[in-house]
């Protein structure tokens, strides 16, 4: 783990390059330039605005966005197949992009998996969707894999002093990036400090990934009753608790928060997604636990 932290760090040979943003990349930049290897640091490197612009490149080639694309209107998300907290470097190395858009096309992907090395899955979709379930009454959405490998690691310092490590597919996951997550950790457990509340038993209503819940195991509280309505949240939770050595102190429920069949709880957590109506999810939290936190 240290020595993939390390490795986001550039050497002191990258050379920075700083490509403006606004207007058309067609403008600043020779295009037959562009390939796998041009400005390349000795360490393996790239810097960030030379990667996206390449991938720009492409995409205008392949006439998915306009001739006169720039690089904040048009480029994709990009997003990080390893994030530790805050870190977001500016030199990247190969195999370390997921880029997501609404009009990529198989065709595109293999273009860009092929010819920018930095490119280790493409993603169809947009990001204002959400990937994952949000409620009872809604499907599971997932972005498309066009090509690549979609795993993504996350890893959060903790006010314990010890990192949290979270591991997800970012087609079947919400978008969350490590540095979220870990604004979350801290303050769930400012709130826990500061309200007195008993570390008995909780639950993690929404637990997704289980950032949250493994975070108040090691916290210390003595039981973590995670609940998630999506199966595929179920799966890719049972495989962050092995990676942060849980093995015992938890319960896994699949289903709706509002049909968990408990009683007590001493706190209730709850991590909704965007925008929804987390009412009833509410008042049956405030029915069971002595204390309630949302997040």
Do not use: W
Not at 164 to 186: F, G, M, P
């Amino acid at each position: 783990m240290d020595e993939k932290i390390n490795s986001l760090h550039e050497c002191e040979n990258c050379r920075d390059v700083q490509i403006k943003k606004f207007s058309p990349l067609r403008d600043l930049i020779n295009f037959d330039d562009y390939d796998g290897d041009y400005m390349r640091c000795s360490c393996g490197k790239r810097p960030l605005d030379v990667v996206m612009s390449h991938i720009l490149k492409i995409m205008i080639e392949s006439e998915i966005v306009p001739e006169k694309a720039t690089l904040r209107r048009n480029s994709p998300v990009p997003l990080s197949e390893f994030y530790f907290s805050s870190l977001n470097p500016q030199f990247i190395g190969e195999d370390t992009l997921i880029l997501l858009h609404p009009d990529f096309t198989e065709e595109v992907a293999l273009k860009l998996i092929g010819e920018v090395p930095e490119v280790k899955c493409v993603l169809k979709g947009s990001p204002q969707n959400v990937a994952g379930q949000l409620d009872k009454d809604s499907s599971i959405n997932h972005f498309e894999i066009l090509a690549g490998d979609d795993t993504q690691i996350n890893v959060m310092r903790t006010l314990l002093g010890e990192k949290l490590v979270i591991v997800k597919n970012q087609s079947v996951h919400h978008i969350e990036v490590a540095v979220t997550t870990e604004d979350k950790l801290v303050r769930l457990h400012n709130h826990i400090n500061n309200n007195d509340i008993k570390k008995g038993v909780v639950i993690d209503s929404m637990c997704g990934l289980g950032a949250l819940g493994i975070y108040l195991l090691k916290l210390g509280f003595e039981k973590v009753i995670f609940n998630d309505i999506n199966p595929e949240m179920i799966e890719a939770l049972k495989n962050n608790l092995e990676i942060n050595g849980i093995d015992d102190g938890y319960e896994i429920h699949q289903g709706a928060f509002e049909d968990l069949d408990v009683e007590h709880a001493d706190l209730c957590v709850i991590d909704a997604f965007p925008g929804v109506d987390i009412s009833q999810i509410r008042q049956k939290a405030d029915e069971i636990a002595d204390n309630v936190v949302i997040i």
